[in-house]
């Protein structure tokens, strides 16, 4: 999903044979997409055709694939609102072309896109595994692997960094493929990396457990889970938020989580009463569930969904956006040394807080504790009185990342 709420992913039709991409844009439309020009198909029968768009940034541009003909093949495309380009494999003229898979995983703003790819086998000059690629001006590159065995690429950031697995193990790649390590396991993954290089994935623990992890300053930080065995993260936006799934207490559920600021809060937690986007005990366990989130704290997913007045029990894709404004709060006040004290919370559980401005003060000094962009928490303001002889008072605005913001004004009388 990109920062204009636009998400991409996959739809069946009403007669559950075809799949295809769909935009998702404000008003909740979904928009058929196509697939790549194919050689043949079976006479007198349906078109058997499958396409997924994985990716789409600001500019409008999306990245997926497309069978080319009865599953017996698949390439990634890039398709840019007008045209559908077909990115080839690794493999080139050296494959038949109806055996031959590409499959694109992401797409930065420069429209440079990433994945996985066929290669050449053994008799062609390569190893006939599947390799990571980036697709830029025309051109796809191997991006070759850590230990002469596989590799994929999930990420990729404007700078043309690129994060994903190869071997058993998480790798960046910039200029060169490099492995992150692991939360003291055997093996890791990642999946998102953001412009300020940090990385979100999941990796095993030394218990042999699967958690996700975001870096900090290069270093893993294991998230946890939410009472479960297991987590993975597989997307973060600018603020440093997180989204993935989890396992819950007993493993008995798998739910969606975001987190932020060293704390993981459960997304149906926030959800309506009587609504929830928890998923079975399979979800989550694929690298790219189609969880993500943009840079206004908006979440897209899908899951078994409830309720089923709204949509049947049925798996179906979500947008969740946080509409609900900050609050404040006037705690207590107090008396020291001849002068009076408000002391304020100002409060924000969605999305996260973005700024608290001080529009207005009358004989008072405000201090703002200081706080995370983005992080939904309680922020303390203290209010104190300068003149002792004159009533005192403060005007606040508060917003968050999601757009919302509100006005809070508080005062005492001398």
Request: aromatic share 8%; glycine share 14%.
């Amino acid at each position: 999903m990109n920062n204009a709420g636009v998400a991409v992913g996959w739809s069946k039709y009403a007669n559950n044979c075809d799949a295809s991409f769909y935009g998702w844009t404000s008003p909740g439309t979904i928009k058929s997409g196509t697939v790549l020009s194919r050689p043949w198909q079976f006479p007198g029968e349906l078109e058997p055709w499958y396409s997924e768009a994985t990716a789409v940034n600001d500019e409008g541009v999306v990245a997926g694939w497309a069978t080319l003909t009865y599953v017996l093949g698949a390439h990634a495309f890039l398709y840019d609102g007008a045209t559908y380009t077909d990115l080839g494999t690794l493999c080139g003229s050296a494959c038949p072309l109806l055996s031959t898979f590409s499959f694109a995983r992401d797409v930065n703003s420069s429209g440079d896109v990433v994945g996985v790819s066929d290669t050449q086998p053994k008799d062609g000059g390569g190893d006939g595994r599947p390799h990571a690629f980036v697709y830029s001006n025309g051109l796809m590159s191997d991006l070759g692997t850590l230990a002469g065995g596989t590799s994929a690429a999930y990420g990729i950031n404007d700078l043309g960094q690129i994060v994903g697995e190869s071997d058993g193990m998480a790798f960046l790649w910039d200029g060169a493929m490099r492995a992150l390590g692991t939360l003291g396991g055997s093996s890791s993954v990642a999946t998102a990396i953001i412009n300020n290089g940090q990385v979100v994935g999941y990796s095993t623990t030394p218990s042999g457990s699967t958690h996700a992890f975001v870096t900090q300053e290069g270093q893993m930080i294991d998230i946890g889970t939410l009472g479960g065995s297991w987590s993975r993260a597989y997307a973060i936006n600018r603020w440093g938020q997180v989204i993935g799934v989890s396992a819950t207490a007993g493993d008995t559920e798998v739910h969606v989580f975001t987190y932020g600021d060293g704390v993981m809060q459960d997304v149906d937690a926030l959800a309506p009463a009587g609504t929830s986007f928890s998923k079975d005990n399979s979800f989550g366990r694929e690298k790219g569930p189609g969880l993500s989130l943009n840079d206004y704290g908006t979440l897209v997913g899908s899951g078994a969904c409830t309720p089923t007045e709204f949509c049947s029990g049925r798996q179906h894709a979500y947008k969740l956006t946080d509409t609900v404004q900050p609050t404040c709060e006037l705690v207590s006040t107090r008396a020291a040394g001849g002068r009076r004290y408000m002391q304020l919370v100002v409060q924000e559980l969605g999305s996260g807080l973005r700024t608290i401005h001080v529009l207005e003060a009358s004989n008072a000094a405000v201090e703002v504790a200081s706080f995370q962009p983005a992080t939904p928490r309680e922020v303390a303001v203290t209010v104190t009185q300068k003149d002792v002889r004159l009533g005192f008072a403060v005007k606040l605005e508060a917003a968050d990342i999601a757009g919302n913001s509100v006005a809070c004004i508080f005062s005492k009388r001398p």
